[in-house]
């Protein structure tokens, strides 16, 4: 069974640093691509950052384009998010998730973590 478990939310000044985690289990050889989501009060759910497991080829929303970067340890099972230059307006909980090959879409999510920047 795939879980997926972030942590290192918090909260962070602006322009200040954080570094998210995703610690991933039961992944299959079918997993594709791992991504980053949020989703902050009355918004609707934005993809943050995507990476392709096997390439590590990534993509970024332009809203963090420059400032946060994705990355994987395939070894480990871990996705990560590093946040820099941080804005009150990148406040929300940050969600991962896996897409399989072949759905088209993510197929499993994390609880999520609160990731909260202050002015």
């Known amino acids: 069974q795939v879980q997926l478990v972030e942590s290192g939310g918090g909260l962070v000044q602006a322009g200040g640093s954080l570094r998210l985690s995703c610690a991933a289990s039961?992944?299959?050889?079918?997993?594709?691509?791992m991504g980053w989501f949020r989703q902050a009060p009355g918004k609707e759910r934005e993809n943050v950052a995507r990476?392709?497991?096997?390439?590590?080829?990534?993509s970024y929303a332009d809203s963090v384009k420059g400032r946060f970067t994705i990355s994987r340890d395939n070894a480990k099972n871990t996705m990560y998010l590093d946040m820099n230059s941080v804005k009150p307006e990148d406040t929300a909980v940050y969600y991962c998730?896996?897409?399989?090959?072949?759905?088209?879409?993510?197929?499993?999510w994390g609880q999520g973590t609160q990731v909260t920047v202050s002015s």
């Open positions: 039961g992944l299959p050889l079918s997993t594709y691509a």
């Open positions: 990476i392709i497991r096997s390439t590590g080829s990534t």
């Open positions: 998730a896996v897409q399989f090959y072949g759905t088209g879409s993510y197929d499993y």
